[in-house]
């Protein structure tokens, strides 16, 4: 629960994180950013890729959960009705609140859980904070030049992150 900006793993995508990832990790929730992390800003269906890695994941007993910050009224309901995931959204990351929500709803220990997504100064660092495995991914489109903006900003600490994993 310290206050760190350095993601525990990098991936380039959440299909990376397959069952025998988690499962040598002792992961068994998957608590998801939405937005740059499973769709891009501009999407709102889910995928067939997503859906097959969704499947993928149900079948070896991951539980998975979208946490975002989204304040859009219907985008995040209505893609995870269609998904069929539970998500929590306004969980006002990077504060633990709603990551700690989360793992209380599904019924999961931070040694169980990771919080997946594209930003370092909320998604990372509110999985730090709760003590959860923080995993950073690349984010999927930076069509926004604000987004751009962040991403470049937040560069420096993923690099130094990345050497201090290596160590």
Excluded at 1 to 8: T, W
Excluded at 68 to 91: M, Q, T
Excluded at 105 to 134: I, K, Y
Aim: hydrophobic share 40%; glycine share 8%.
């Amino acid at each position: 629960m310290a206050f760190s900006l350095f993601a525990d793993v990098e991936v380039d995508s959440i299909l990376e994180l397959t069952p025998d990832w988690c499962g040598g990790c002792g992961i068994r929730l998957l608590l998801l950013d939405f937005d740059n992390t499973i769709l891009p800003y501009s999407a709102a269906d889910p995928t067939e890729e997503f859906m097959k890695w969704l499947e993928t994941a149900r079948a070896a007993g991951i539980t998975v959960m979208v946490v975002s910050n989204s304040r859009r009224s219907r985008r995040v309901p209505d893609f995870c009705e269609k998904a069929g995931l539970p998500y929590i959204k306004r969980a006002g990351k990077p504060f633990p609140k709603g990551i700690r929500r989360a793992m209380a709803q599904q019924g999961f220990s931070p040694r169980e859980t990771a919080m997946v997504g594209d930003q370092t100064f909320t998604d990372v660092l509110g999985g730090n904070l709760s003590g959860v495995t923080s995993v950073l991914v690349r984010p999927i489109h930076l069509s926004d030049p604000f987004l751009t903006v962040r991403y470049w900003i937040e560069l420096p600490v993923i690099h130094f992150g990345r050497k201090r994993r290596k160590r």
